[in-house]
């Protein structure tokens, strides 16, 4: 039984780990500009 | 011809800059040039000039912006100084790496972040070791010139309303996601038993993880449900919100009473209408950044006459900012320049484009005295203007106004969803009320009624509703961006569908709006050699009608020319082959002696009848020959016009130009509906009463004078190579400034339109199922969810067929 109470514990932990890193993306401005990574990316060699 | 190194301009054999680079030699076009390849080439980013393509041949830019405006863009942050800049001159990817990189290196800098769509960028740097002012000066550089960015205040309001629906989405998207999980196991022990223990945390834990998805993502649906409430006017907000909270409440109840639980339902119609409202939101701004590139920065510098520049010393001059210009300054004009301000000549002669404030398509001769006009170009003369008129009383500040005003006046388009949804409401709301009346009646329990009275409003709301629109605008629009049409918004489209008359504007919509060689007289010549030699006499000069002579021949058959001289408002002379010729109006050719016969007279009479613009051609002894020029309908102009006219709209020219010219290019059109010699304002008039009489019109447009009318349209639609101010108030945008995408755009509004409305029948069929069983009290969580899931995949399913539109 306890590792269904296990496994509820590790999918919210694991949901809200996900979360918190997109607010942090959103904060961040990484969703500003969705065009200039591909070309950045190229540049960098 | 051999071009700059770096600009790739042509090179003007007399002022070229020769250096030895590499034991190879390389030639530039002016001092900036060779300073910026020297640079890039010291610091080891030659590689540059390698990876460049795409690279639109153009000048440096010099404008230096006030170090004062330029600082108020630096904000704190996190211990550092950040500054927003909008740069100028950024031609193509290439660009954006070379500022990212050069200014990267620098001490003191820790962040470079240039934005290719919209020319902004980001620097982050230590106040201690780097200053603004030298960040702007190494950016200049690189020939590329900072500007203080102007963020708008809607532009700032749309970015943090973007910003903040990403939020609430993507949190709705997590808990919905984690309420599904919990929700799939109550499935599952709905069918093979569950204990009543995990029966009662999984339902506990729902409702936990539910509850921020209707309070935070959910808050903006209540906020408007309140307006809504408020102001008598149930839109598509009241229902989301009812939909989602009743099913919320309900679930609630149901925690305590015991019961079947909804909380999956109430999570996912928030998060798939956030959804929907996201991409639509994503669509809109996506195309005001790329109709923002095409507005070029306007002329914010001015040349200013220092002193009065009398007795004896030449006159200097300083360069301004056009906004410290003043009435009763003397500004100079360079050939091919903007005209900053309103003003009279005072001095020289030249000709200017004034088609985009008057729609005429000739150039308008310019001496002493005339009265000149913000915005206009100037054309081949250096011209000393006198301002009478600046910033707010400028032709062009009124034209604007007139445009602001017009958007004032217009009402947004009313949405079809919302307009289904206005009806929709009261009739739930009113099952919902009669469902509850008629349980009480017949005797069943208070508690029980209220139960089934509710469960029709959670069923009521479709997810599929909120999908049903954006999900086909956003597919719709990037259907219209991959054929080159930008459309600023999904009730574009919807506007579009509509349309039942399509007025066009002449020069530079119908026409190039640039003149094109017409024909060529030869007077004891073939026409073929007059061409040849007109055209290399006139390869030094920046007149547009010498260029459109250019473009009548190819480049190799040209001559070389010396003595080159241009006398402005009269023509040009100079050597070719050993002759000397002249071309210009026949008082030039009196002026240098050379006899015009009568016949020759005649014919540019005839000419200039037909309102095209004739030059002669001559060497000191006789007249050579006579070319001419107009603006010319663009290729597929007819074609359009024909097609439009078969799927059955009324097609209609207006322009400010004269008769004969307007009724000459409309009819090799096709259009018989022409009204010239409009202002405009009566353009904007024009279409108010096409408008009023019921017709739903679209306007086509590329100048300022058209701004106020393409306002006013229902759908006003401006030519890329437009005016910036056309661009700013037109709804969609043709990129490659080709008619033919003008029935394209109206196919793909027709088709979105189609497609909104079985998605909305579609969405709307769930109901017509899921009520009847809420109000008989037989309606099961997963039979709902299920229908749900049906209606949601089939809107998404019948939105993907538009990308083929």
């Known amino acids: ?45 | 011809m051999a071009t700059c190194e770096h600009c790739l301009l042509p090179l003007d054999a007399n002022t070229a800059i020769r250096e030895e680079v590499g034991g190879r030699e390389a030639f530039f076009c002016c001092p900036g040039c060779r300073s910026i390849y020297a640079l890039l080439h010291a610091q080891g980013l030659a590689e540059f000039y390698r990876r460049r393509t795409g690279w639109v041949p153009g000048p440096p830019e010099l404008f230096a912006a006030d170090p004062d405006a330029l600082s108020d863009c630096v904000v704190e942050r996190e211990g550092e100084h950040e500054a927003t800049l909008a740069i100028s001159g950024i031609r193509c990817a290439s660009c954006v790496w070379v500022i990212e990189r050069y200014l990267g290196r620098k001490p003191g800098v820790s962040l470079v972040r240039v934005n290719h769509a919209t020319g902004r960028a980001k620097i982050r740097f230590r106040p201690g070791s780097a200053g603004i002012a030298e960040i702007a000066s190494w950016i200049r550089e690189l020939g590329y010139a900072p500007h203080p960015c102007e963020t708008g205040e809607l532009e700032e309001s749309l970015r943090r309303e973007k910003r903040d629906l990403l939020l609430r989405f993507g949190t709705a998207a997590f808990l919905s996601m984690q309420v599904m999980t919990f929700t799939t196991a109550l499935y599952a022990g709905y069918f093979q038993g569950i204990e009543p223990k995990f029966l009662a945390w999984f339902q506990w834990l729902s409702f936990a993880l539910t509850t921020p998805v209707i309070f935070y993502s959910g808050y903006p649906f209540l906020r408007n449900t309140l307006a809504g409430i408020r102001n008598r006017a149930p839109g598509m907000d009241t229902l989301v919100f009812l939909g989602s909270f009743s099913a919320y409440a309900y679930s609630a109840a149901m925690l305590v009473v015991g019961g079947e639980v909804y909380f999956d339902t109430a999570g996912m119609i928030i998060t798939l209408i956030l959804l929907g409202r996201y991409l639509e939101a994503a669509a809109r701004s996506r195309a005001k950044e790329s109709i923002g590139r095409l507005v070029r920065l306007a002329p914010r510098e001015a040349r200013r006459r220092m002193g009065s520049g009398f007795g004896g010393h030449a006159p200097r001059t300083e360069t301004v900012p056009v906004s410290s210009l003043r009435a009763n300054d003397i500004i100079e004009i360079v050939p091919g320049e903007k005209i900053p301000a309103d003003g009279i000549v005072i001095e020289g002669a030249s000709e200017a484009d004034e088609s985009t404030l008057t729609g005429e398509a000739g150039p308008v001769a310019k001496g002493e005295g005339s009265a000149v006009c913000t915005g206009t170009v100037n054309g081949s003369g250096r011209l000393v203007v006198r301002v009478t008129q600046t910033g707010k009383e400028t032709v062009l500040s009124r034209i604007v106004r007139a445009v602001e005003e017009a958007q004032a006046r217009k009402a947004p388009v009313q949405r079809h969803a919302d307009r289904v949804v206005g009806w929709f409401v009261p009739a739930v709301i009113a099952v919902a009320a009669l469902t509850l009346g008629a349980r009480l009646q017949w005797g069943d329990p208070p508690l029980r009624a209220i139960l089934v009275a509710i469960s029709v409003l959670v069923v009521a709301c479709p997810c599929a509703l909120g999908l049903a629109t954006p999900l086909a605008v956003f597919i719709g629009s990037n259907a219209a961006r991959a054929q080159g049409i930008l459309v600023r918004g999904g009730d574009v489209l919807e506007a579009g569908a509509s349309v039942t008359e399509v007025f066009l504007d002449k020069t530079g919509t119908l026409t190039y709006g640039r003149p094109c060689l017409a024909h060529v007289d030869g007077f004891g010549l073939a026409p073929r050699e007059v061409l040849r030699l007109a055209a290399s006499l006139e390869a030094p000069s920046e007149h547009p009608i010498a260029k459109a002579i250019g473009r009548g021949v190819a480049p190799g058959e040209l001559l070389d020319v010396s003595a080159f001289k241009a006398h402005a408002g009269l023509g040009v002379e100079g050597i070719v082959g050993g002759r000397r010729l002249f071309l210009g109006h026949a008082k030039f050719l009196s002026l240098n002696g050379v006899p015009v016969t009568g016949a020759q007279e005649e014919r540019f009479r005839e000419i200039s009848e037909a309102r095209r613009t004739a030059v002669f051609l001559a060497d000191e002894k006789q007249v050579l020959g006579l070319l001419s020029s107009v603006d010319e309908l663009r290729g597929e102009a007819e074609e359009s016009v024909r097609l439009l006219k078969k799927e059955g709209y009324r097609v209609r020219m207006v322009t400010g130009d004269s008769g004969p010219v307007a009724s000459r290019i409309g009819k090799e059109a096709g259009i018989d509906l022409v009204q010239s010699r409009v202002t405009p304002v009566e353009k904007a008039e024009i279409i108010g009463k096409a408008r009023n009489a019921g017709g739903r019109v679209m306007m086509i447009g590329d100048g300022v004078n058209d701004a106020p009318a393409l306002t006013e349209a229902r759908v006003g639609m401006a030519m890329g190579r437009g005016t910036d101010i056309a661009l700013e108030s037109a709804d969609a945008v043709l990129m490659t400034n080709d008619l033919r995408l003008i029935p394209r755009f109206l196919s793909i509004s027709r088709k979105t339109m189609r497609v909104i409305r079985q998605n909305l029948a579609w969405a709307f069929s769930y109901n017509l199922v899921a009520i009847p069983l809420a109000v008989s009290g037989n309606l099961h969580p997963i039979l709902s969810a299920a229908l749900m899931a049906a209606s949601s995949l089939m809107v998404v399913g019948n939105s993907m067929r538009l990308r083929k539109a």
Request: proline content about 0%; glycine content about 6%; charged content about 20%.
């Open chain 1, 1 to 45: 039984m306890w590792t269904t109470w296990l496994l509820i514990l590790i999918s919210i932990v694991l949901g809200a780990g996900a979360w918190l890193l997109f607010v942090w993306a959103v904060r961040s401005d990484q969703y500003d500009d969705v065009e200039g990574a591909k070309h950045r990316m190229l540049d960098d060699e």
